[in-house]
């Protein structure tokens, strides 16, 4: 994960266009409910990034402010340094790709292609040296004359990039773009828009609710939550140090262990004491979070837990194969180690996803490397670590503000 | 079940509309239209002396302008209508549609005789127009009564059409011109017109058709001096029982339709392409 938001991070674009300036950008709709909530944002011009969030968290609206098809109750949109909160979308000089793509069904992709370029002062041979330009940069050469209804989805989404981008404007805006494809079409659209955004050197802002995207493509997420942003940060620190229990458990997965803070880096669970480094809430009801592949397979607890005897053997094993690994992977052995039950084992190909159950009740996952020569088996008893330094706390209320 | 021997159930229930249809409507059309033919001897005397008599010109042609000019008016009321219709929230949609067809829960007559007591010298209408400053202008037994009397009871028809078209066009597509600076008028003019013109076609057709069939209208408030080609078969028929001639003028009359809709279906398709006449909606 790190190492591809690593890659994605390294644009080389050829020229730099306008940043995106929000400032307390509130939208109250006439119902009276709320869809952005006291929004500021600055959008570094050339950055890609990405307005991620739950389906009406705000990232739409807000993505709609900036593009002027909603009117922000009060707050200030910049584009470019320029002031636009009043100004119609047609005057604002964006790049807009719809998430159903909004072709012209009447026009050929080269028609649909050149309806941004009228009224630019551009010549005709100008106007058609860009049309060849945008086809050929969203590699649809020679199919400029057939209509939308005669192309596929993937090719679509790629006019609609087109068109979007042909007149240059200085921010490219896309809502879901990828909504409407399959898997595979979608991540070979991922790499294109990389791609293109690197070219281009085109501020992108991109509204998705897919965590993969999200990850795979931003410079940069703004994390959304009913209305508000919630966090902001690189692909690396929002997985890597979420800043709530929300964005822990939006992007990626997570074991939660909720308990009670004691003391700097301390955190009691149960019986049991956490340690994390880093900082987190000073004291009262926290959680510490651990991804699945942050967590190790430490032993098989002891059969007293409840295990089933006729899974002893089996336990063993892994708990000497917990033990080898700990080693390889940096000597000293986990700092923390908490029990859990084995209650479902998925097989994904590169790693078993094994889903467990705590003390507590609650559930977490930890993936299971392949090679291992015994594996953990349904309803075992196990015994699981994890290094402070891979945990990370945030605060979460309390058992007893959760059964409230 | 297999598809075969489902389509053999379907075609079952097809079978009470197609006797209908053959019994009422196919076998009269092809009879009256084959006595025209044939009698009083075979050939095209009758379609000859269609022509050739000035009177029956006359009318086909006064005929063709009223359905010309209800058609237009229709349409310019019926466009903002059905526009507003697809703008607005369902509450007040529901609203707008109960309005258009409100006249259909009254018959053609009693609506045709409330236009008489309208059009009255002394009635509301000429007393609209009179504030207007055109006195004096003859409304009973005129071209114009006709005409706004037709344009009345023909105005659904355009509408209905009309909002199923506006209804399938994604207003995101707006949104998208606007997004790449077209104005308001730009926007509307190269993308919603030309995409709402499947509606504004199957509208005009079917107020176009409709108008050259009509009969109690123009016979109710029109003057027989100034009879349209309904009238004129129906003298024909029911007075003259000259039923080849009537049946000469029906032939011009669905020559005209089969025309005029092969020309609309086929100059809308050429100028949107993909264009279903049903509307345009595209669930693909």
Redesign the interface.
Known sequence: MTDRSATAAQPAPTTRTGGVRLDRVTKRFRSGAIGVDDVSLAVEPGEFVTFLGPSGSGKTTTLNTI???AKPSSGRIEIAGADVTAL?????????V?Q?Y?????MTVRENIA??L???GLSKAEIGARIEESLAMVRLDGLGDR?P?QISGGQQQRVALA??LV?RPPVLLMDEPLGALDKALRDRMQVEISRIHREVGTTFLFVTHDQGEALGLSDRIVLFDRGRVVQVGTPAELYERPASLFAAEFLGESNVFRGELAGPGVLRFGEQTLRFTGDGPGSGSAAVVVRPERLRLVRAADASGGAASGVASGAVESAARGGAESAARGGAGVQNRVEARVVNIAYFGAFRRVTLRYADGSSGLLHDGVDAPAPIALGDAVVVGWDAEHAVVVPAPGPAEQAA | MNSARSRGWAVLLLLPALVVVLVFFVYPVFALSARSFLEPTPGFGQYVDLVTNETTVTILVRTLVVALLVTVVTLALAYPYAYLMSLCGPGMRTFLLFLVLLPFWSSLMARTFAWIVLLQPSGPVAGFLGLLGLDGVKLLGSQLGVTIAMTQVLLPFMVLPLFNTMSGIDRRLLSAAHSMGASRFRAFRTVYLPLSVPGVAAGSVLVFILSLGFWVTPRLIGSPQQSLVGQLIETKVGKLLDFPGAGAISVVLLVITVVLLLAVGGGVRALVPGAKTDGGRDDG
Do not use: D
């Open positions: 593009a002027g098809f119609p979308p047609s005057k604002r000089n964006l790049g807009v719809f159903n909004a072709l012209f069904p009447h309806f941004g009228h009224g630019r209509t209804k068109r979007a007149y």
